[in-house]
């Protein structure tokens, strides 16, 4: 049975998607981190496209008069694989390839997290094997690794949805410097529209519910063994509702009539499965801990087909604070005296204004910088 999923894998057509030739930054990474690291993982929320860009990479590499028989493909989620671990599944492949132990090999192993005790497994096959790890996974608990099996053996890429200029490019969109005022329309699509590939091609809303049912079924309710399903249904749309205004545990508690303890354990799962972000006020730690979250849906196509949005600036300051995100950069919000700022980075103040002008409270803090359209959003992307 297993050499009929490797005979599957190892011999289906490659992707081929003309889009992917512009996300070349993404396969350079790839290339030089694996080139790094006996591990790479590929991590963000489903659908970003992260076995596609693998596969890409592979053709790249086959092109380039790689042996094809290096590489390997598997499904860790392959219902047929439950009962089978990362150490026989090598096995098999070099069988089936005729390949000798010292041979290299790039293992690409899709949803690593299905797997039973990968972590222990996968720093095994690091220290004892000729083996390249590539793994796959939309979860973050990938990262934690409680037992520090993978330290100093992996290195981690973050496969973003689109920003805009890749939007721009998947779209055919050629904005010349003298069609400049076509920009903040297109703009406008983008903050409709979102960055998730598949949804960008097709602008199919089915698409959209799809992968949040996904991501709330697979990632949260089975992944976690989660019994009261509907309450993490209604705390997701409660949170896509509130998306980036402060809420905190005890009025969500109120809402929903469950603990906070059960909350809060909700909270980490979406955060996990990357569907939202949570952002803390700015001060102490207890003052962290203790003060109301503000927290960020992932891209804005979820908010946009699961529930509209009613104000295109926050559908700005969502898309500002994603871009920022991706900067790796620790990011709290501002609050005194009944008036909040949208960022606090570095000790420097952000305000997200989409042709807004400050109000009389916010203009009383002088050290506020505003972030207005999209000059300022391509600046964050850049720094």
Known sequence: MLSTILQYNLHRDGVSLWEFTQRDEYLSKINSMVDIMPITLLVWMRRVWKTTLTKMWVQEQIAQWEDPRKFCFISCDHYLLQTYTLFEIINEVRWY????????????????????????????IADLWYTQIIALSSQSSVLVDQKAFLTWRTSTIEVFPLNFNEYVTFRWLDIWPADR?????????????????????????????????????????????????????????????????QMSLTKIKNILWVSIETLSRYMTYFEESYLFSQVQREGKINERIRNAKKRYIADTWIKHVMTWWRDIWFAYETVCFNARRQKKKTIYYWYSSNTEIDRSIEWKLYESKYGQALSDAQKEIPWVTVLDWLDWYEKIVSM
């Open 97 to 124: 390839l005729k390949l000798k132990t010292q041979d290299p090999l790039v293992m690409i192993f899709d949803e690593i997290t299905y797997m039973s005790d990968y972590h222990q497994q996968l720093k095994n």
């Open 181 to 245: 005022h076509l920009r903040k329309e297109y703009f406008e699509e983008y903050m409709r529209d979102g960055g998730i590939p598949e949804y960008v091609l097709t602008k199919n809303p089915e698409v959209i519910k799809e992968i949040v049912q996904d991501i709330i079924n697979k990632d949260i309710l089975i992944a976690h063994n989660v019994r009261e399903k509907q309450v993490v249904k209604d705390l997701f749309l409660l949170l896509l509702e509130r998306n980036g205004k």
